[in-house]
Structures are given as C-alpha cells and as structure tokens.
C-alpha cells in the first residue's frame, strides 16, 4: 500500500514558466485535497477534488492556478506564470469515498512538493 | 472570521512531559485533529477528538473542552525523535479543516 504519492517532491522554475505538481490518492481513496505551506506556517487549503470534479476551490487563487484529477491517472495542480511568492511546499492529501464529509475525514499525506521560483 | 491559536514554539526536557494548547473559533464544529509533522515530512495523523474529554494513545493524550474552545495534547516521557510541529487542525460545520500555524517543539538532552 504506497500511500499518496507526490511528484516531483522538488521543482524550480525561474518567474514566468509553469509548474505542475502531481498527486495519486492512497489506494481506495477517492478524495484529494491540496494545501500550501509557506515557512514556519500552517497549511493552507487550497482545493478539494474528487474524481472528474471539483467540489471545492474556495483556497485558490482566482487566477494562474488550477487543479484537476481526471478519472484515469493522478491529480494535478498547475500553477501558470509563476511568481516568487508562489515558493512554498504543496501538499496533497487523500481520504476515502466514506470519510467524505464525515466528522471523522482523517486525512493521509502526502511527502509534498516544494516550489522554489527563482 | 474562523481562528486556529496555538504557541509558536515550546521547549522541554527529554523525559519530561509537555502539553501543547490550542484554542479555536469556527464555524460549527465537526472535530479537532493533531498532527505531528518533522521538518521537511507529511504530516501524520495524531488523535482525532470530537467529544468533550481526553483521548489516550500511548505516551499522547489528547484533550477537548467544546464549550470552551481549547484542547491540548500531552505528550509524555518525551524522546528526542518528538522533536517536531504539532498541527491543531478544527473541522467546521461545512466539514473543511481549518488548520493552526503549528507549534514547533524543541527537545533537548
């Protein structure tokens, strides 16, 4: 059992170029959460997707960032245009199709990513 | 606006015990969660409280008091590898977690 998997768990861009970030949900899980963490901060909810839609976006930036998790293969967060506020580490995390919406959603995470922008 | 509080950091003495505080205000409330998280790791699951009480898990015991917006978790007999951030994280009535800043705690010898 792999456990939710992230890649690349390290990435540099330079201002401008594009960053996609890569998630696949624990075996059986069928929920994906995205968070951001900047240094010496707590996460940051970013966006909750389960297959094929999203359910909610309400932590993304309206603009140059999106996500998806299509019915075959992993999440994706992409962010466009990137700037160098953007470094930070992006986590995902996944949950069971049962847990979803229950008070006991124990969420299981992934290594993360982190972003560095030059 | 919703509010997670907890000590930026926390120093304590190997083989002691130490207990991290957090305080919440939110919207509804649907459980408080702890997670450990090392330097540079995921976070990983701790406790899970959703019942005024306390919760003990081995050497962790985890602490909620609803009526009063607070919860601890007590950690005993520390060792060196607690040396970690412990996330206070609150579900809301809308079931999204609302996660503190984390409280970064030093072990020493």
């Known amino acids: 059992n792999a456990g939710v998997m992230q890649n690349p768990r390290h990435l540099v861009r330079r201002r401008g170029q594009e960053a996609r970030l890569r998630c696949s949900p624990m075996?059986?899980?069928?929920?994906v959460y995205w968070y951001r963490q900047l240094p010496e901060e707590g996460l940051k909810f970013m966006v909750y997707?389960?297959?094929?839609?999203?359910?909610?976006e309400s932590g993304m930036p309206k603009e140059r960032f999106s996500a998806e998790f299509p019915k075959e293969g992993p999440s994706i967060l992409r962010i466009q245009q990137v700037v160098r506020g953007d470094s930070a580490a992006y986590f995902c995390?996944?949950?069971?199709?049962?847990?979803?919406?229950?008070?006991?959603?124990?969420?299981?995470f992934g290594a993360g990513s982190r972003l560095t922008v030059l | 606006g919703q509010n997670i509080d907890q000590p930026t950091e926390m120093t304590a003495t190997e083989g002691a015990i130490v207990q991290i505080n957090c305080t919440y205000q939110t919207s509804g409330f649907n459980g408080l969660f702890w997670y450990q998280q090392h330097a540079g790791e995921a976070p990983t699951f701790l406790s899970y409280n959703v019942l005024d009480g306390l919760e003990e898990k081995g050497r962790f015991s985890s602490f909620l008091s609803r009526s009063k917006g607070y919860s601890y978790l007590l950690l005993k007999e520390l060792q060196m590898k607690d040396s970690a951030s412990y996330l206070c994280a609150v579900m809301d009535s809308n079931y999204q977690l609302i996660w503190g800043a984390g409280t970064k705690l030093i072990i020493k010898p």
């Open positions: 075996k059986g899980h069928s929920h």
């Open positions: 995390a996944s949950s069971p199709p049962e847990a979803g919406g229950s008070g006991a959603n124990v969420l299981t």
């Open positions: 997707l389960q297959k094929e839609n999203i359910i909610d």
